[in-house]
């Protein structure tokens, strides 16, 4: 009898055991690809002389702070089931803005940062107005816009980018250190510490996730689903201007398909952080680690001397298997 009982203890301890370390796999398991990759080409000769110097370290930051920006515009509207495919578009109109209002309108360098940013919030506020008051399908209806903003904005440059006349401090906030550490770091780490906040810390973002979970339950109880809906997506225009204001100091110019190139890299950062951290859902550390990792990884591929093709690829497989991932993820928790 008490043999009996010490086996079933111990079947008791190891299974504690067992569902402990893959919750751990589950929660941290990109962490622990992340860092995998990072020692690989740290490790690899062709990339190991590159890829974990001080200088491509700053520049792969520097250059992933406009895309970690745009992931977070991502995940606030995300987070109640809505997938705006207007992000990247929304980005380059502000960028263009930005940089038009100092190189053709001479206007001063405040001036032109709250044109930016109030283009993308103009933007954001006709999303949510469609999409709640129309009931238009939100893919449907950003996909639309994305491609309205990109017509409007050829048609404004002629297709040729904005550059000359910037501030030169504007430009040296985009492309100088501190320390060490890129500027633009200064801007980043607020928004994403806010965005997790409020999604995470607060009523509406509770809100949200209700909503992202089961809109008609979130009604019942009392949410506010179309104004919280709509609130998400204006929150995502004033992200996605910001995006597009440190687009332009990044760059020191603004063209028409920089800002909808961030589009996809920001959706499968998102998605894959969805697969961490808090499996199944979206959510802000994910989605920076998401965007880490999807970066290192191009990173190390282009010093390998990779075709011009792989970073595409690469995005394109990293996004279905995010996708499928937390997919799982949902079907597991829902049969649970």
């Given at each position: 009898?008490?043999?009996?009982?010490?086996?079933?203890?111990?079947?008791?301890?190891?299974?504690?055991?067992?569902?402990?370390?893959?919750?751990?796999?589950?929660?941290?398991?990109?962490?622990?690809?992340?860092?995998?990759?990072?020692?690989?080409?740290?490790?690899?000769p062709s990339t190991r002389a590159i890829f974990p110097t001080h200088v491509n370290i700053v520049t792969l930051l520097g250059n992933q702070t406009v895309g970690l920006v745009i992931a977070?515009?991502?995940?606030?509207?995300?987070?109640?089931?809505?997938?705006?495919?207007?992000?990247?578009?929304?980005?380059?109109?502000?960028?263009?803005?930005?940089?038009?209002?100092?190189?053709?309108?001479?206007?001063?360098?405040?001036?032109?940062?709250?044109?930016?940013?109030?283009?993308?919030?103009?933007?954001?506020?006709?999303?949510?107005?469609?999409?709640?008051?129309?009931?238009?399908?939100?893919?449907?209806?950003?996909?639309?816009?994305?491609?309205?903003?990109?017509?409007?904005?050829?048609?404004?440059?002629?297709?040729?980018?904005?550059?000359?006349?910037?501030?030169?401090?504007?430009?040296?906030?985009?492309?100088?250190?501190?320390?060490?550490?890129?500027?633009?770091?200064?801007?980043?780490?607020?928004?994403?510490?806010?965005?997790?906040?409020?999604?995470?810390?607060?009523?509406?973002?509770?809100?949200?996730?209700?909503?992202?979970?089961?809109?008609?339950?979130?009604?019942?109880?009392?949410?506010?689903?179309?104004?919280?809906?709509?609130?998400?997506?204006?929150?995502?225009?004033?992200?996605?201007?910001?995006?597009?204001?440190?687009?332009?100091?990044?760059?020191?110019?603004?063209?028409?398909?920089?800002?909808?190139?961030?589009?996809?890299?920001?959706?499968?950062?998102?998605?894959?952080?969805?697969?961490?951290?808090?499996?199944?859902?979206?959510?802000?550390?994910?989605?920076?680690?998401?965007?880490?990792?999807?970066?290192?990884?191009?990173?190390?591929?282009?010093?390998?001397?990779?075709?011009?093709?792989?970073?595409?690829?690469?995005?394109?497989?990293?996004?279905?298997?995010?996708?499928?991932?937390?997919?799982?993820?949902?079907?597991?928790?829902?049969?649970?």
């Amino acid at each position: 009898m008490t043999a009996a009982v010490d086996q079933g203890t111990t079947r008791d301890v190891r299974g504690l055991r067992t569902g402990a370390v893959n919750d751990v796999l589950r929660r941290f398991g990109l962490v622990f690809v992340f860092v995998a990759v990072v020692i690989l080409f740290s490790l690899l000769p062709s990339t190991r002389a590159i890829f974990p110097t001080h200088v491509n370290i700053v520049t792969l930051l520097g250059n992933q702070t406009v895309g970690l920006v745009i992931a977070m515009e991502c995940v606030v509207p995300l987070t109640a089931g809505i997938l705006d495919l207007s992000v990247g578009a929304i980005a380059g109109a502000a960028s263009i803005t930005t940089a038009a209002a100092m190189s053709r309108w001479e206007q001063p360098l405040v001036v032109a940062i709250a044109l930016g940013m109030l283009v993308g919030v103009l933007i954001g506020v006709v999303n949510g107005w469609l999409i709640t008051r129309f009931a238009l399908d939100p893919i449907i209806e950003t996909l639309a816009m994305s491609m309205l903003l990109g017509g409007l904005m050829v048609w404004y440059t002629g297709g040729s980018p904005i550059i000359g006349n910037f501030d030169e401090s504007f430009q040296d906030f985009g492309s100088l250190n501190w320390v060490g550490v890129p500027r633009l770091m200064v801007v980043l780490v607020p928004v994403i510490l806010v965005v997790w906040y409020i999604t995470e810390h607060t009523p509406f973002g509770r809100g949200l996730a209700a909503i992202g979970s089961n809109a008609r339950a979130a009604a019942l109880v009392g949410i506010r689903v179309d104004r919280s809906i709509w609130a998400s997506l204006v929150a995502s225009g004033f992200l996605a201007g910001l995006a597009g204001v440190l687009l332009t100091a990044r760059g020191g110019s603004a063209d028409v398909q920089t800002g909808p190139s961030f589009l996809f890299p920001a959706l499968a950062a998102v998605f894959l952080g969805a697969t961490a951290i808090k499996p199944g859902v979206p959510n802000v550390f994910g989605a920076v680690i998401g965007g880490l990792f999807v970066a290192a990884a191009v990173s190390g591929l282009s010093i390998a001397g990779a075709a011009y093709w792989a970073p595409g690829v690469f995005n394109g497989a990293a996004l279905l298997i995010a996708v499928w991932m937390m997919a799982t993820f949902n079907k597991r928790r829902t049969a649970h």
